[in-house]
C-alpha cells in the first residue's frame, strides 16, 4: 500500500494534463459537436417581378459545420411559386414565379432558415409591377 501513492503522482507527471477523455461508445452526436451556427444573408433586399413573370434571390448561408437546413416563406401572395433547391451552405438561388392574376403591390416576405436546433428570419420587400396593357 505505501508504493501506491509514489506511483500515482509519478502517473500524474507522466501523463499529459490536458489529455482528451474519449467518449464511451454510446455517446449521442449532440455530446461530440458544438451547437449548430449558421448565418443567413439575402440578396438583393428588394426583388421585383411582373404579374406573370419570375424574378429570383440568392440565399447565402455561412455554416460553421454541416447541418441539415429547410426553409419557411411567409408573406407572399398565395399564386407566387418558389422554387426552393435543397439547400447547402454557400449560395442557394430560389426563383419566385408569379402568375398573370397575382395582385400587385409591394408584399413583406419572411424567409427562416431552420438549421439544427437554431433558426434565422430576414424579411425582404418582394415588389410586383403590373403587367404592361
Known sequence: MPFLLPTLLALQFALPQNAPVPLPATASPQQVFPADEFALRLTPERPSMVQGGSTHFDLFI???RPIVFSLKMEGMPPAVRPDIPKLVPGINTITLFCPPETPSGTYNVHVTILGGE???TQTFALEINAAAP
Open 118 to 120: 437554431k433558426q434565422q
Open 62 to 64: 455561412d455554416a460553421s
